[in-house]
T-cell receptor, first 113, second 113 residues
Framework: KAGVTQTPRYLIKTRGQQVTLSCSPISGHRSVSWYQQTPGQGLQFLFE???????NKGNFPGRFSGRQFSNSRSEMNVSTLELGDSALYLC????????????FGPGTRLLVL | GNSVTQMEGPVTLSEEAFLTINCTYTATGYPSLFWYVQYPGEGLQLLLKATKADDKGSNKGFEATYRKETTSFHLEKGSVQVSDSAVYFC????????????FGSGTRLQVQP
């Protein structure tokens, strides 16, 4: 069974631009979560989607948004990029929202110049 | 809120040495506990987990026991290999409220031949 896939793997943007990252969960998984990893803040939860509905949201500004499609694929969008948004963005999937184990993708590394 | 505290790294060991990475947590209720490993340039891989007190998770020679009385989930391995060099993250998932993973800051392990 294929793992979680994320595209693109690497991205370079400039301040003020917006970016969209994509995540395809493991087949059959309906819950997708997003995390941001930076050297200074570590791993922080962004949001979780289940059956096309946002179930939980972390403490990030409204510039960070996401959605989930009927096939469980998810996208996250960051508008008006700031230098501090440079990070590794990780997507994780689980069978359902209450599942214990989340499986992570390889991440998208975003560099904002 | 929930929190996870890990020992600071890097931890540098010689091959075949014994490994312990300390992890303590703060959470209400009965969280599930996890160890994830991150190799350079990659996402997170689930190493092991424990879902209730006194459970022992194990995988690839690594072990960790869920100790509720000391709120700890220390990672151990009897004989490390160079290939174990990576960053190790302790994490918990609460059993109530927001069920996202809360991560520790990570511990870098360097194993020398």
């Amino acid at each position: 069974k294929a793992g979680v896939t994320q595209t693109p793997r690497y991205l370079i943007k400039t301040r003020g631009q917006q970016v969209t990252l994509s995540c395809s969960p493991i087949s059959g998984h309906r819950s997708v979560s997003w995390y941001q990893q930076t050297p200074g803040q570590g791993l922080q939860f962004l949001f979780e989607y289940f059956s096309e509905t946002q179930r939980n949201k972390g403490n990030f500004p409204g510039r960070f948004s996401g959605r989930q499609f009927s096939n469980s694929r998810s996208e996250m969008n960051v508008s008006t990029l700031e230098l501090g948004d440079s990070a590794l963005y990780l997507c994780a999937s689980s069978f359902e929202a209450r599942s214990e184990t989340q499986y992570f993708g390889p991440g998208t590394r975003l560099l904002v110049l | 809120g929930n929190s996870v505290t890990q020992m600071e790294g890097p931890v540098t060991l010689s091959e075949e040495a014994f490994l312990t990475i300390n992890c303590t947590y703060t959470a209400t209720g009965y969280p599930s506990l996890f160890w994830y490993v991150q190799y350079p340039g990659e996402g997170l891989q689930l190493l092991l987990k424990a879902t209730k007190a006194d459970d022992k998770g194990s995988n690839k020679g690594f072990e960790a026991t869920y100790r509720k009385e000391t709120t700890s989930f220390h990672l151990e391995k009897g004989s490390v290999q160079v290939s174990d060099s990576a960053v190790y993250f302790c994490a918990l998932k609460g059993d109530r409220g927001r069920r996202a993973l809360t991560f520790g800051s990570g511990t870098r392990l360097q194993v020398q031949p």
